[in-house]
């Protein structure tokens, strides 16, 4: 069984302060961690995702993520906050050889200027 | 890169009618669809699972008589919403993973249903 769980449905920085959005799973295989970002009224952007190798893992827009297999976790973190980072994240897991994705309840960013 | 689209982008429909979206991946061959659902300000819940050329596999608790999935060929799959009521009313994403085998679904830009 696999699942995920985000801690902080809401989150708020001010831009440029640092950005720490956090996600633990569950999974009785050794998972696919990956995070994702959404606007509004729009489908999912992949930010960045881990699947085998290096478990520190950078991906766009200045995102990365960190596999911590004895934590459980693959928390996101940005250095400095921007205005346009404001959207909904989302984590979610997948098997190594199943198809189906698990997403966490999603975490909201606010950026204060 | 990998990309899905769906159409329509949004639809309004009445009660009691039927309204098909449809997934297609523009530059890769899916083998496999997924149908996700998402109510506002929550996560993304998945519907089904559709393989090319056989039945979808439909997750607890979904009607499969009224979510109606084909998938036809290796870069469209449709999902018809039948007889839709207001509470139908969602938005409604699809994602394709490539059968090149990797563990990597693209995801499409979603579809706005709203049944009044």
């Known amino acids: 069984a696999q699942s995920v769980t985000q801690l902080g449905s809401h989150v708020s920085v001010s831009e440029g302060a640092l950005v720490l959005l956090r996600c633990n799973y569950s999974?009785?295989?050794?998972?696919?961690l990956f995070w994702y970002v959404q606007y509004p009224n729009q489908g999912l952007q992949l930010l960045l995702k881990?699947?085998?190798?290096?478990?520190l893992v950078k991906g766009i827009n200045g995102f990365e993520a960190e596999f911590k297999k004895s934590e459980t976790s693959f928390h996101l973190t940005k250095p400095s906050a921007h205005m346009s980072d404001a959207a909904e994240y989302f984590c979610?897991?997948?098997?190594?050889?199943?198809?189906?994705?698990?997403f966490g309840t999603g975490t909201s960013l606010t950026v204060i200027p | 890169g990998a990309v899905v689209s769906q159409h329509p982008s949004w639809v309004i429909c009445k009660s009691g009618t039927s309204v098909k979206i449809e997934c297609r991946s523009l530059?890769?061959?899916?083998?496999?669809m997924f149908w996700y659902r998402q109510f506002p300000k929550q996560s993304l819940m998945l519907m089904a699972t559709?393989?090319?050329?056989?039945?979808?596999?439909?997750e607890q608790g979904v009607e499969k008589d009224k979510f109606l999935i084909n998938h036809a060929s290796l870069t469209l799959s449709t999902l018809t919403v039948t007889s839709a009521h207001p509470e139908d009313s969602s938005f409604y994403i699809c994602?394709?993973?490539?059968?090149?085998?990797?563990?990597?679904?693209?995801f499409g830009p979603g579809t706005r249903l709203t049944v009044t």
């Open positions: 994602s394709a993973r490539d059968a090149g085998g990797r563990n990597e679904q693209y």
């Open positions: 999974s009785s295989v050794p998972p696919y």
């Open positions: 881990y699947t085998t190798g290096a478990t």
């Open positions: 979610a897991v997948s098997g190594m050889t199943g198809n189906q994705f698990y």
């Open positions: 530059d890769f061959q899916a083998t496999t």
């Open positions: 559709s393989n090319e050329g056989s039945k979808a596999t439909y």
